[in-house]
């Protein structure tokens, strides 16, 4: 079936660290994996993407790596700073009947303490 | 507009009532999507318009969910007979949609649905 495992659930760094967190898909026809960060009561944002023809996105201080065929992608912090802290959702997009929806894993808990 | 928009922000329902929920999409993005968030849960697919046409609708939890966009633009959301656990933040996302995928997925700030 459609699914999208996300690890871990919480996790605490001291500001400054780096801080990963990993996603696994399941359908191999996925293309796109949208990483969002949701702070409390607000939208998702996107912070960053990946399509599955390249294997590894940077952007200042986030960087996310894709592995087709093991069928993870992992989000790399580094540099943590407190403003960092929110919830974290990896998504993997899924094609069914010529339409595109993202699906989405249950989400990671960051906490940066200063 | 500069964003997906919702409405209401917030809605406070009586168990039983119906309600009716608003997105009006990025202009120009032809696909848009409702998503279910639970409390402490990440957004959970509901159902998908390209333009009017409603392509998917899988992820609709009964019949008493329905969805529209008539004219390819805004959407609506209805939820009849409201049950306790209908209450969530509803999201709303609109995207432009290639041959190759998505672009552009941008989330709306959501409607919070309390149902009491």
């Given at each position: ?34 990483w ?20 590894e ?58 | 507009?500069?964003g ?17 929920l ?58 009849q ?13 609109s ?14 700030s ?7």
């Amino acid at each position: 079936g459609e699914n999208v495992e996300q690890h871990p659930s919480t996790l605490s760094v001291q500001e400054g660290d780096s801080a990963v967190i990993k996603c696994t898909y399941s359908d191999s026809a996925s293309n796109y994996f949208p990483w969002y960060k949701q702070e409390l009561g607000k939208r998702p944002q996107l912070i960053i993407d990946i399509r599955s023809n390249v294997g590894e996105k940077k952007d200042q201080r986030i960087a996310v790596t894709l592995n087709k065929t093991a069928k993870h992608f992992s989000l790399h912090i580094t540099e943590t700073q407190p403003e960092d802290s929110a919830v974290y959702f990896c998504a993997a997009s899924i094609r069914r009947g010529g339409t595109d929806k993202l699906i989405f894993g249950t989400g990671t808990r960051l906490q940066v303490f200063p | 507009g500069a964003g997906v928009s919702q409405s209401p922000r917030y809605k406070v329902a009586k168990r039983g009532q119906d309600v009716a929920l608003r997105c009006d999409p990025i202009s120009g993005h032809v696909s848009l999507f409702w998503y279910q968030q639970a409390l402490g849960q990440g957004p959970e697919f509901l159902t998908y318009f390209q333009n009017e046409a409603q392509l998917d609708k899988s992820g609709l939890p009964s019949d008493r969910f329905f969805a529209e966009r008539p004219e390819g633009s805004v959407s609506t959301l209805k939820i009849q007979r409201t049950q306790q656990e209908d209450s969530a933040v509803y999201l709303c996302a609109s995207s432009r949609w290639t041959e190759t995928g998505l672009y552009g997925y941008t989330f709306g700030s959501g409607t919070r649905l309390t149902v009491v």
